[in-house]
């Protein structure tokens, strides 16, 4: 990783610690009520360190055979999920790092994990299926085969499970056990994101376009023009605001009203490299955005969802993911040479 003292960090984006991790760092996360950072590396390595100092407070190594794929943190915060390819999932205590369950849905790899709202139930995307894990280890139901691999999990309810792949959406009640509602569109979906309130979905998808239902219609939408593949989404708190990546640029389509069809969107533009990760903050119009060249830029959006950048910092290789302390006072940057920074945030006045 690159000496952050010589790329301090900018406005209120402040001076605060960073460590090293053993490989690629994949994905983070805050634990503990925010007292702790974990990082999870490509290699199978997980370090959990100090929020506040940076001090490293246990670490594991090559803990998936041939390597990580997807880490999910539990929203007490008390435990983690972790998979990768060789098919497992194992659930572990924050504090500890204890291991509480191995689980084995199957041979496939498993990319794509994420607990429910309340913490009851773990999807587990492995190929085709999806399985359902009680917070105890065991298995509740499983879907039937999607048509192609699924590419994305996410929870609307704490009883319906919403997946993605080629050519659907679809939602799953959990407690029927049969899919509620089917969303169709003839394209290779890559990235979901819901809209707080469950309404909206939109999918990032292989043809560089952003694809959108509003599920109380069932009508649909497309916005296209982006020169890769906008893979980044993020929705404000509100619902209001989608941040897209796909460029060097952040677009923010503006969901209001009869928006974003026939709206032009806001655009954020400071970084040199395209966006890799976008994260907004737990309150306001506040968005952490990432780039393959190392910067990282925080945004106070305006009503249009144009915005100013409120501070910036630098690591100096691709930001893989960015995580905002529960209480918004800071921002975790991880990157793909397993650098960890941590910035406090303040907002003055």
């Known amino acids: 990783m690159s000496d952050l003292k010589a790329f301090a960090p900018q406005g209120m984006l402040h001076e605060g610690w960073i460590a090293q991790v053993d490989d690629y760092a994949l994905d983070c996360g805050w634990t503990d009520a925010g007292r702790h950072l974990l990082v999870a590396d490509v ?13 490293l407070i246990w670490q594991k190594q090559e803990l998936h055979q041939g390597g990580l794929l997807a880490l999910a943190i539990h929203p007490n915060g008390d435990r983690f ?13 924050c504090s500890e790092g204890e291991l509480l369950h191995s689980l084995q849905p199957g041979k496939a790899w498993v990319e794509h994990l994420a607990w429910s709202k309340d913490g009851h139930h773990l999807a587990v995307a492995a190929s085709k299926t ?20 699924v590419s994305a ?9 919403a997946t993605a792949c080629y050519g659907q959406v679809a939602f799953y009640d959990i407690t029927r056990q049969q899919i509620g509602q089917k969303l169709q569109w003839q394209g290779s979906l890559i990235s979901m994101v819901l809209s707080p309130g469950g309404d909206i979905v939109a999918c990032g998808s292989q043809d560089n376009s952003v694809h959108f239902w509003r599920r109380s219609t069932g009508l649909d939408a497309e916005m296209t023009g982006y020169p890769g593949k906008p893979s980044q989404l993020a929705f404000d708190q509100s619902g209001r605001f989608l941040a897209t990546g796909g460029s060097d640029q952040i677009i923010v389509w503006n969901f209001q009203g009869e928006g974003p069809e026939g709206s032009l969107p806001g655009q954020l533009v400071l970084h040199p490299e395209p966006i890799s990760t976008l994260a907004f903050a737990h309150e306001g119009l506040i968005l952490a955005s990432g780039s393959r060249d190392g910067s990282v830029f925080v945004w106070l959006l305006d009503q249009n969802g144009d915005g100013n ?29 397993g650098g960890v920074a941590v910035w406090p945030f303040k907002i003055r006045g």
């Open 43 to 55: 290699a199978g390595g997980l370090s959990l360190f100090s929020g506040e100092s940076g001090e």
């Open 81 to 93: 999920a972790t998979s990768g390819q060789d098919g497992s999932v194992q659930i572990w205590t």
């Open 130 to 149: 999806v399985h359902i894990y009680r917070h105890d280890g065991s298995e509740r139901w499983r879907t039937e085969q999607h048509p192609s691999t």
């Open 153 to 161: 999990v996410s929870w609307s309810k704490p009883d319906e499970l």
């Open 309 to 337: 950048p409120l501070g910036g910092g630098f690591t100096g290789e691709r930001i893989s993911s960015l995580s905002w302390h529960p209480d918004d006072t800071a921002v975790a940057a991880i990157d793909a040479n």
